[in-house]
T-cell receptor, first 114, second 111 residues
Framework: DSGVTQTPKHLITATGQRVTLRCSPR?????VYWYQQSLDQGLQFLIQYYNGEERAKGNILERFSAQQFPDLHSELNLSSLELGDSALYFC?????????????FGPGTRLLVL | AQTVTQSQPEMSVQEAETVTLSCTYD???????LFWYKQPPSRQMILVIRQEAYKQQNATENRFSVNFQKAAKSFSLKISDSQLGDAAMYFCAYWRPRFYFGSGTKLNVKP
C-alpha cells in the first residue's frame, strides 16, 4: 500500500457525461500528479499540482481540468466524455527530498465510457 | 524536454536466471533522480528502485540492482534469480523538474 488513495476504483459512464476522480496524497506530500494510461499503453502525464498551485501541464485536453484543495486532496474532472477517454487514471504524490522527488502511485481509477 | 527511451518492448527470462532491462535518457541537467517502476497485471504502479544522479554507487534492492552510467546517460535494471512474480511491465522514469516515463518493457518469466 503506497498510502495514496483514489476513488472510485471503477467508473462506468456514457459518452457526453462528466465525472470527477478523487485523489488523496500520502501524508506530508505536497505534490500530486495525474496520469492517463490507455490499455497496453504507457503513462501519459496530464498535470501536476504543488501545494494547491498548478506546477506543470502535460497533454491534458481542454475537456479535462484538475485542482488541488487546501487539504491537499486533488480532483480530476473529465467532461464531454468520449469513448477514447476510457483508460486507467493514476494519481501519484511525491515527497521532496534534498536533491529530488520520489513518486508513489495510487491504485488508479478505471474509467469505462460506453 | 527530457526523453526516456526503453528500446526493448518485450523480453523473456527463464525462472531463476538473470535479466537486464535497458533505459537511456536525454538531459542537460547534472542533478536528477532515476527510477524503475513495476506494473504487474493488476496494473498497480510499484516503485522498484531509485538512483540519485549525484551518487556514484549503484542502487540495489534485494534481487534488483541498477547499472547507472551517467556519462552515457544509461540506467539499466538487473533482476537476479528471476521469479514468476517478476513478470510485469517495467517503466524507467527520470525526474527533473517533473517525472518523465519511458514506454515500458514487458517482462515474461518462463517456468
Amino acid at each position: 500500500d503506497s498510502g495514496v488513495t483514489q476513488t472510485p476504483k471503477h467508473l462506468i459512464t456514457a459518452t457526453g457525461q462528466r465525472v470527477t476522480l478523487r485523489c488523496s496524497p500520502r501524508s506530508g506530500d505536497l505534490s500530486v500528479y495525474w496520469y492517463q494510461q490507455s490499455l497496453d499503453q504507457g503513462l501519459q502525464f496530464l498535470i501536476q499540482y504543488y501545494n494547491g498551485e498548478e506546477r506543470a501541464k502535460g497533454n491534458i485536453l481542454e475537456r479535462f481540468s484538475a485542482q488541488q484543495f487546501p487539504d491537499l486532496h486533488s480532483e480530476l474532472n473529465l467532461s464531454s466524455l468520449e469513448l477514447g477517454d476510457s483508460a486507467l487514471y493514476f494519481c501519484a504524490s511525491s515527497v521532496e527530498e534534498v536533491e529530488g522527488e520520489t513518486q508513489y502511485f495510487g491504485p488508479g481509477t478505471r474509467l469505462l465510457v460506453l | 524536454a527530457q526523453t526516456v527511451t526503453q528500446s526493448q518492448p518485450e523480453m523473456s527470462v527463464q525462472e531463476a536466471e538473470t535479466v537486464t532491462l535497458s533505459c537511456t535518457y536525454d538531459t542537460s541537467e547534472s542533478d536528477y533522480y532515476l527510477f524503475w517502476y513495476k506494473q504487474p497485471p493488476s496494473r498497480q504502479m510499484i516503485l522498484v528502485i531509485r538512483q540519485e544522479a549525484y551518487k556514484q554507487q549503484n542502487a540495489t534492492e534485494n534481487r534488483f540492482s541498477v547499472n547507472f552510467q551517467k556519462a552515457a546517460k544509461s540506467f539499466s535494471l538487473k533482476i537476479s534469480d528471476s521469479q514468476l512474480g517478476d513478470a510485469a511491465m517495467y517503466f524507467c522514469a527520470y525526474w527533473r523538474p517533473r517525472f518523465y516515463f519511458g514506454s515500458g518493457t514487458k517482462l515474461n518469466v518462463k517456468p
